[in-house]
């Protein structure tokens, strides 16, 4: 079975750094799109950032120029790297895998969250 280990995640200080990177555990095999999003207290998802097999990336407007994202197809990973963290980038972040297939190779995995925390 499938799972997406997440890793990273913890406190800092606002205007510090952090990286998250998310695994796959079990053998998957031509992932679409990686990505992650992330929801705050009393917020909705959201998507954060996301990188498709061919290379096209999206970021959230209120990330764009912060964060980095980028994969590792041998590794099946995905990672995130946040630069100058605000308090509001305070949430739980979710790591995401999808393949975009027919009814019987399609899929879209997610991991459990870890917790990021900006503050003083």
């Known amino acids: 079975q499938v799972q997406l280990v997440e890793s990273g995640g913890g406190w800092v200080q606002p205007g510090g750094s952090l990286g998250l990177s998310c695994a796959a555990s079990?053998?998957?095999?031509?992932?679409?799109?990686m990505g992650w999003y992330r929801q705050g207290p009393g917020k909705e998802l959201d998507l954060v950032a996301s990188?498709?097999?061919?290379?096209?990336?999206r970021y959230a407007d209120s990330v764009k120029g912060r964060f980095t994202i980028s994969r590792d197809n041998a590794k099946n990973t995905v990672h995130l790297q946040m630069n100058s963290l605000k308090s509001e980038d305070t949430a739980t972040y979710y790591c995401n895998m999808r393949r975009d297939g027919g009814t019987y190779d399609w899929f879209n995995y997610w991991g459990q969250g870890t917790q990021v925390t900006v503050s003083s």
């Open positions: 079990g053998s998957i095999f031509s992932i679409s799109v």
């Open positions: 990188v498709s097999s061919g290379g096209t990336i």
